[in-house]
């Protein structure tokens, strides 16, 4: 047990680097890991052959079909397996050093339970990161490689149009399905996608903090996450009730990150809201991770 | 006990302290316009368990798409009630995609009201007409319901135009609504000519005249319109109404007006 305040005196942003490297090297690892990252690749990579089923012929209408099915399938999949990444990968940082006791040796050392848990929470955040990047080039390709098919028919559309009516019409949905397959709006919603997974791993840190059991933090962070997309049609249906309002507050918001259905359907998504979001999530990591602290510096080691 | 009350004081720190901000980004969204309907137990029931769960964990879009993939497959085994309620509950779900409300009234007005006229099961062949006509009026009241989670875009006033236009056979009701996707900036140039050429077929000539008039004195060179159709048809009212050769674009003397620069 230590004082928490007592923690930052001689505080090493160095060791810090050291441990979230080793983290993320460990993770990397992991058979877990890399089973969840095949799949999510595996999946991504095969959205452009899911998307032609049932969805017409490509060149007119059913393009933009079958592009926004790439999207929304591809930009799930990168948030429900880093979900998984973040909460599997997180949930078993703590419980893992404490069952192999290298906990003991690596505190022993002149390594600070602070610098300890900041290296392990930038760790997982690295492997978030790495996760995502991964994850969005498989998304890019298999965009690229649906979309150029689809542009090559629109084209075709264009020269063999037999009026100048149809003309103009295929040439705006080779306009559209240019602008579907080349959207800069998809940075914006990765960014907020890896800012809420960030988010979800502080948070299964915190729960890692004070359980020993790793199956209890993937369950809670579970919960926490699922409650997080609820809480806010709950805030509007409890707006009368004062003690559900306050408990709800608790809960972060984790909807504000879902962008990705509006910027597929064509809203803009302006980066005012991207960094309101992004500080929003930011503010909160700050202060989970915070709250980690303060447990774990107490817990009896 | 100490550490784990000031855990508590930071977590509620933090979400005091974004509250005002959470505040901003939720208004900054309603004004966007973004996401969707919320969960009702109707719409749980249609969808079953596993999607309703993957609809709370924010998979809205992912959902919408399968069902409408769904909706293909009802579409299939002509399913039509089945795939009725699909284009609802995926309608519900994404209100703001063009796409399904576009391709949902599509399939009502000219698949299903087709597959339905021709059923074989059908007595009379007014009984088949009776049938076709109760889904043109499905797809009218989609594509209405469309507008009014879309109305800042031409596309759906032109779809309900041009189902007025080809199913109900009615020139004024489709004149109306092509002259409200016209009035959009980005609508095609077709849409206007539409609107122009709609007018006239319901027997308003004096306001489709003033129609083609406003098309013909707007900017040629930047405006990509088929100069030579509105040409003809200004031409074609004028000698139609008699309009005095002094007040005509076109006089009938060799005296060919500058298009406006």
């Known amino acids: 047990m230590t004082d928490a305040r007592h923690e930052w005196v001689g505080f090493s942003p160095r060791r810090v680097w050291m441990i979230a490297v080793n983290t993320l090297t460990e993770s990397v690892r992991q058979k877990v890991y890399l089973i969840l990252i095949l799949f999510a690749l595996v999946l991504i990579s095969s959205a452009s052959f899911f998307s032609q089923f049932g969805f017409g012929e490509m060149g007119g209408q059913e393009s933009l079909e079958q592009l926004k099915f790439i999207k929304d399938f591809c930009l799930g999949a990168i948030s429900v397996f880093g979900m998984l990444i973040a909460i599997v990968g997180t949930a078993q940082l703590i419980p893992n050093e404490l069952e192999n006791r290298t906990i003991y040796t690596i505190l022993s050392k002149p390594v600070r339970r602070v610098e300890f848990l900041l290296g392990k929470y930038a760790g997982s955040a690295l492997l978030m990161l790495v996760s995502v990047v991964m994850m969005s080039l498989m998304f890019g390709a298999a965009l690229k490689f649906k979309g150029d098919n689809h542009l090559k028919m629109a084209r075709q559309e264009v020269s063999r149009a037999p009026d100048a009516n149809a003309a103009e019409d295929a040439m705006r949905q080779l306009q559209k399905i240019h602008a579907a397959v080349y959207d800069p709006d998809v940075v914006k919603a990765l960014v907020l996608v890896f800012v809420k997974l960030a988010l979800l791993a502080a948070i299964t840190l915190l729960v890692s903090t004070f359980s020993t059991s790793m199956v209890f933090n993937v369950a809670v962070a579970l919960l926490i996450f699922f409650a997080g997309h609820l809480v806010g049609p709950a805030k509007e249906k409890w707006r009368e009730n004062s003690g559900a309002q306050f408990v709800l507050t608790l809960i972060p918001d984790l909807s504000v990150f879902n962008v990705a259905d509006d910027m597929i359907l064509g809203h803009a998504i302006p980066w005012l809201y991207v960094a309101k979001v992004a500080m929003y999530g930011t503010v909160y990591i700050v202060c989970v991770i915070a709250a980690s602290h303060f447990i774990f510096a107490d817990r009896e080691i | ?261």
């Open chain 2, 1 to 261: 006990m100490r550490a784990i009350l000031t855990a508590i004081l930071v977590l509620l720190l933090a979400a005091g302290g974004t509250l005002p901000l959470q505040e901003r980004i939720q208004g900054q969204r309603l004004q966007l316009k973004y996401g969707g309907a919320h969960v009702t137990r109707a719409m749980r029931d249609v969808i079953g368990q596993g999607m309703a769960i993957g609809l709370l964990a924010g998979f809205r879009s992912v959902i919408a798409d399968f069902l409408w993939i769904r909706g293909h497959v009802h579409w299939e085994k002509k399913e039509w009630l089945q795939q009725y309620n699909n284009m609802q509950v995926v309608t519900m779900l994404q209100p703001q995609s063009i796409l399904f409300w576009d391709s949902g009234a599509w399939h009502m007005a000219w698949n299903i009201g087709y597959a339905e006229r021709t059923d074989t099961n059908n007595d009379t062949i007014a009984q088949g007409i009776k049938r076709e006509r109760i889904w043109h009026e499905r797809a009218r009241q989609f594509l209405m319901r469309g507008i009014e989670n879309i109305p800042n875009r031409w596309d759906l006033y032109f779809k309900l135009g041009w189902l007025y236009d080809q199913k109900f056979k009615d020139p004024t009701l489709a004149a109306e609504q092509y002259g409200l996707a016209a009035r959009f900036s980005d609508a095609p140039t077709y849409v206007a000519r539409m609107h122009c050429r709609k007018l006239a077929e319901c027997g308003k000539l004096s306001e489709s005249y003033e129609c083609w008039k406003s098309i013909w004195f707007q900017d040629h060179g930047k405006v990509p319109h088929l100069w030579n159709i509105v040409e003809r048809e200004i031409r074609h009212l004028e000698n139609e109404m008699n309009i005095l050769d002094s007040q005509r674009v076109f006089p009938q003397q060799p005296r060919k007006p500058e298009p406006p620069r």
